[in-house]
């Protein structure tokens, strides 16, 4: 009879003891050295003692998951069987750990699952092949009963402390004691973080204790370091927003402690409706407003005295005492892109480059608007015209019915006399004396001679004399509101746009921007000509501090309209208690990198490139020379949620471009659904030109062959010549000369170009030539940016004498496409903006960017719509046409019985069998 192969009870001890303590010692390695940052942890010595507790509890599950071992040691399947429940519980241990207590979800889990299954097959394949050597040292120990009962007994008694801890445990202790399989079964939506001990007092071992507070009000209200309201990890809500703790965070601490009821809707800081104001009592008149921007002035420059101790600015010193002065109140920035979206849109500057700068516009709250809403008719009076950047066309967006501006042809810049001027004429023309009147000026802060001069060195001299003739200027627009219209009610608001980047004499050598200048942002805000009773009020409330975001919602204050809207800011003058904290932001640096919380008179300075941060205390230190930044800071960990948090809901903004909601356009002005209107690609009749292939020529006989084809309309290149006539020549027919030499279309003569044998025909010539045909002229800019301004000016002049019926122009440049739409508004010319942007997501912003130059027309290509985009710019009025189509399928794709495309530029002649035409949808 053969002896049994069944194994001892001592080889299945010590195989279950082995397997056990391996799986807790790879335990530990996946706490300490895989889950968390070798560098973090070995600051924690609390979160070593949790994993010690644990321990015992860790080798008490390995022994159980060792059964299948302890059955049948030798047996490959039954290492099999323990081996991977291990492997995956090792995995666990590395996805699952948290970083700090509530921060562990199923979300976590997902996202670190690939990761954490290597690192467990890694130290299930260690422990795997260490169980054999380690059982064989203890077989010896469990030969006898006692030994394996007393074991047993002691991991019994020591795993329920594991237990015990991971039940009570918390902060760091608690993250090192608790098993992931507790994450999963009991809180998997993490444990919720206890309530902190009372906070240290602020800034401790150093000097910091002035805060800015309203006359006499108390302390302002501190939180502790663990006082933590926003979790950077937490989820994304479920339409891709950042997270409602993050948005408020940002809403908490930039407009006050109290956060205003705004539902929480798909746009991160919209109401979903505006309430209107209650009506002005009866007899009684909405106020006229005049706000005057004055460029480069600052609390610091209001200050200024010349050498014999006068004011430089006599004027705004004066106004100091007979007006009110808000003296605390923080630009957006340094440029006046972030000034203007503060100022009219209420939205904080972007952390990437200014909104007005970017290539798309989105559609962006307005001030303006709102105020015509309500009545009052609005004009913005600039001191330039700005041809690089959205400026114009978003001053006409926010609602400005006149932006007058330096007229095309003329000079950029106008003095600030001139722009006076054109305000006090807009003031003199006849209106009903119901109808209150709006009006912002920007002036330039430079004299005739300074503007004919050209640029300056930006230093002290040039400084004190724009300041002093920005001051006699506004004396004379003083003077003229006191006489015409402060007995009529008209309120007038006076207020810095942001200081000026010249160091002062007294500035430190080396400022805390360690290159360029000192940053401030502190401006001067003058109200005037309210009722005295208001005006008292006022001057207590002077005090407060303010941010230009604030502007907004402090003019429909004055309008009777108590609307929260899509504002970010509170209303200045309003009544009630005051946020007793408040931290509104600023950017500033060449390359925005300075992120500039002013929390009271406490300044937190962000680099974002190199995320180091200063403290100062802007009353006790103005020079800002003592950096009272230290890392035990009870206030920055708050602080640090809040900035980030801001950064992050930024870059969400600028991605989505979910600012406000877009308006609708009325059913009037929603464009009638209907067949296609075929456009004839620069007369390619037979497909796109192949590569290195010369293209057809854009002139006369092709054009008379797209007629011929059943085209009623061409699209041309159009080119702006030597003699500043607008010729029709492809856009590959340049000359280029040796050398790398090139010649451009306005480089040459219409003579040279028939020398040449190079057909470009006028656009009045093709009008005149084949009168049943209707164009689209696709408007190419010169490369040469001295020419932007002739050929705006060309372009404009030209096509306001043509028939619009027959005209429509597409540009690809956004900033062209909104300065015509603005300058041939009353020629009726239609203006198109073409883009080919990547997907659908990518298309609907461009939609928005029509919507928001007041585009009636978007040609994209077939890729990028959808019947949704289809029908969302029907409700927004915009018409989408098609480019690039080469055959019937890409339009046939979109012609349902409610939707089509608006248009088609074709390269090919086909026809299309289409339903007839719809009415249109109301």
Known sequence: MSASNEPSSATRAAHVAAFGLLYALAAAVARTLLARPLGAASTDLAYFAGAAVAFPFDVLLGCLLAFPVGRRPESFAARVASGVPAMLLLALHVAVTPRLPGAVTRVHLETAGLPALGAGLMLGAGLLAGVPWLAARLEARYTKRAGRVA?????????????????????????????????????????????????????QGHDHDHEHHEHGDGAQRRYGP??????????????GRPPASVRAMQAILHQGDALEPVPDTAYPYCAEEAR????PPAGEALPSIIVVLLRDVGVRELQLDKADGSPEMPLLRRLSEEAVLFDDVMAAGETDEDVLLALLSGQPPSPQSPLLADPALPYLPGVARDLRGRGYRTAFFDGARDERTFRHSYLRMVGFQQVDAPALGAALQRSDDETYAALEAWFAEPAPSTEPRFAMVYGLGRSPEALEAGSAPDDMVSLRARLAYTDQQLEALYTWYQ????????????????????????DPATPTTEVGHELHFRVPLFVTGVPGSL????????????????????LLGLARDERVGCYFGRDLF???EWPLRRAPLSFGGDSRQFLVAHD?????????????????????????????????????????????SYLLTQRYMREQRRYMPVPDAPASARPPRSQPRRISDRGLLEGPPADGARPLRQSHPEVRAAADAGFESIALDVYMNQERELLSIGSTELLELGDGVQIFVEDVTRAQLETLQRPAPSVRELLREHPSMQFVFHLHVPPRPQLRGVWLETVVRTFAELPSERIMLTTSDAVVAGVLAGQLRDAQIPIALLEAPAGVP??????????ALDLPWLFLPPSAVDATLLETAHRWGVRVGLTGVTGASAVLRLMTESDAPDAYVASRAFLLSAPSPRTPTP
Not at 842 to 851: D, E, M, V
């Open 151 to 203: 074991d047993a007994v002691a991991l019994g008694l020591l795993a329920c402390l594991g237990v015990g801890a991971s039940v009570g445990a918390y902060d760091d202790l608690y993250a090192g004691a608790v098993n992931p399989l507790w994450h999963l079964a009991f809180e998997s939506d993490g444990r919720e973080t206890p309530a902190a001990d009372p906070a240290p007092a602020r800034h």
């Open 226 to 239: 663990n006082d933590r309201i926003v979790g950077l990890e937490d989820p994304p809500s479920t339409d």
């Open 276 to 279: 209107a104001g209650a009506p």
């Open 483 to 506: 006489r015409e219209q402060r007995a009529r009610g008209t309120v007038l608001l006076i207020m810095g746009d942001h200081p000026s980047p010249v160091v002062f004499p007294d």
């Open 535 to 554: 005006e008292r009020v006022l001057r207590e409330r002077s005090s407060r501090l303010g941010a230009q975001t604030d502007l907004p919602r402090t």
């Open 574 to 576: 309003a009544d009630g």
């Open 600 to 644: 009271g008179d406490t300044r937190w300075l962000y680099n974002t490139l190199t995320q180091t941060v200063r403290i100062h205390d802007r009353a006790r230190d103005p020079r800002l020379e003592r950096d009272l930044y230290s890392a035990d800071d009870p206030e920055w960990p708050r602080m640090r949620e809040y900035l980030l």
């Open 842 to 851: 990518g298309a609907l912003a461009w939609l928005q960017t029509a919507r």
